[in-house]
């Protein structure tokens, strides 16, 4: 079971989370001509790093944010959670 | 190489079976290979033996970081099927399950190939109805379908839940009476014998820590065992896809994450077929020895930890006891997970890369074992000739970019569509 500091709600499990994937991919401007390989990497290209990892979780049965959390993906250590807005040093 | 018959095993016995032939050998990495393929697993190993047995290229290494078949074809829950609606998936499939009725022959070795049928359950009219167009899409594509109506499959199942008064009724199902089971660490074995016997050099304990690439060229590989350099390099790690793309400074459409399976104590015979819950993501069979084996979705998150969280675990079993109750009076004897390479549609990636000489065989989500044959023959040839069969011309890597998805089921990194 993973526990999860929501920076809202405080420490909750897992079961409460949905996962929404990589907080590193950025969509690309608008007004702007994008390319198909921007739209490749930011739909569908992804780096699924071994170790920390900043995802996107919805606190979906809590307050219902998007939160960011860095996370260890192969030992599953949770080490900062972030707001969604806040940026990550 | 030494036969496995009945006369060679009765031969044996009269010295206490102490001088079998090793099954394979344990060479050290010669300077130079026409081939490398990185990843001991099923795929790996079978596209060595059709290099060698199809194409005659005998000059290849299989470099492995652990023990062969210690990764995903030594974690699954062994279940062989073509049931596919898109003509890409149920071609390559079905090319499949020609090779894996021949197997055990092939090989020269026991594959345990058991083809008991899978049944997908259906809980409401509409799913009948897709199962329908289903099954007339796979029968256009040579592969044998049957819709059941709710008393035929109760003939097939009895022990499933088939009370009125269930949140997910049983309307019927799909059946793919050729489907079946295999015994998942005797295609690895059985395929890694062969190649050896051939000339392959299976190379264990060595882990590839990066490249040689020079003018666009692959020319090598660098491994904890030194140097090694290749004409070219075939990527068969499942998991570690992403490990290694970005030593090739490659971003994939690809995901690793976590797929928990268990199987529960021995019982007596009790389940014939394959049977998945139709209002999830559930599936069971029954193992020779009389475990139900069992697996489901997702944990759900990026992870290369080959361990999974319980919550998951209960989710999956939950789908289990609403279809068949029975199951909650068994004990669990086993737990396990593997990490996948789950691709963006749900669909693999066979193919030539940027990279001269580099070939990608990835994204096989919740399907890698019963395609390991299919995988091993069509990537071989990929090799071989430089330029993709007709068979795997779909799992392009681009696809991505170019809008030409197979989105089979719609099952990629994200388990909460389904």
């Known amino acids: ?89 | 190489m030494q036969k496995y018959s009945i006369f060679n095993l009765v031969k044996n016995a009269f010295s206490n079976h102490e001088n079998w032939d090793l099954a394979w050998k344990d060479p050290t990495p010669k300077e130079e290979y026409d081939v490398v393929i990185i990843g001991g697993g099923g795929h790996g190993l079978a596209t060595a033996y059709y290099l060698a047995k199809e194409h005659n290229i005998t000059k290849v290494a299989i470099i492995e970081k652990g023990w062969i078949g210690g990764g995903n074809v030594g974690r699954n829950t062994t279940i062989i099927r073509s049931n596919y609606m898109h003509d890409e998936n149920g071609l390559f499939s079905e090319f499949g399950m020609d090779l894996w009725r021949k197997m055990s022959q092939d090989l020269n070795y026991n594959v345990m190939f058991s083809p008991r049928g899978i049944i997908n359950l259906a809980h409401s009219d509409a799913q009948m109805n897709a199962y329908a167009r289903r099954g007339n899409s796979m029968r256009l594509n040579g592969i044998d379908a049957v819709l059941l109506n709710r008393e035929q499959v109760k003939e097939i199942i009895p022990m499933a839940d088939f009370s009125e008064n269930v949140r997910f009724p049983i309307f019927g199902g799909l059946m793919q009476p050729s489907a079946g089971t295999a015994r998942h660490d005797a295609v690895a074995w059985g395929y890694a014998r062969q190649a050896d016997y051939m000339g392959v050099d299976i190379i264990q304990n060595c882990e590839v820590i990066g490249f040689d690439v020079s003018a666009g060229k692959i020319k090598g590989i660098r491994t904890s065992r030194g140097n090694i350099k290749a004409k070219k390099v075939g990527l068969c790690v499942a998991g570690s896809t992403n490990i290694l793309a970005e030593k090739l400074n490659m971003t994939l459409p690809i995901e690793t994450h976590l797929l928990q399976a268990c199987v529960s104590e021995p019982v007596k015979p009790v389940l014939d077929s394959v049977v998945t819950f139709g209002a999830g993501h559930f599936y069971v069979s029954q193992s020779d020895k009389g475990e139900m084996v069992m697996g489901g979705d997702l944990d759900g998150y990026n992870s290369y930890a080959q361990r999974g969280n319980l919550p998951t675990l209960q989710h999956v079993l939950t789908e289990g006891i609403a279809m068949m109750p029975f199951l909650s009076k068994l004990k669990m004897l086993r737990t396990w997970g593997g990490i996948m390479d789950m691709s963006m549609d749900g669909s693999p990636i066979i193919d030539k890369t940027h990279i001269e000489g580099l070939y990608l065989n990835c994204g096989w989500c919740y399907g890698g074992f019963k395609a390991t044959p299919a995988s091993g023959w069509t990537f071989a040839h990929t090799i071989a000739q430089d330029r993709v069969h007709e068979l795997n011309a779909g799992y392009s890597l681009n696809r991505f970019r170019t809008g030409n998805l197979i989105d089979e089921k719609g099952l990629g990194t994200k388990t909460w569509i389904s």
């Open chain 1, 1 to 89: 079971m993973l526990y999860i500091n929501c920076p809202h709600c405080g420490m909750r499990s897992q079961n409460e989370f949905s996962y929404g994937g990589d907080a590193s991919v950025k969509r690309p401007e608008l007004n702007k001509e994008v390319s198909d390989q921007e739209w490749d990497d930011f739909v569908y290209n992804r780096k699924s790093l071994r170790g920390k990892h900043l995802e996107l979780w919805q606190h979906i049965s809590g307050c219902r944010q998007w939160i960011k959390v860095e996370r260890d993906t192969a030992t599953h250590e949770i080490f900062r959670t972030f707001k969604a807005d806040e940026e990550v040093a």
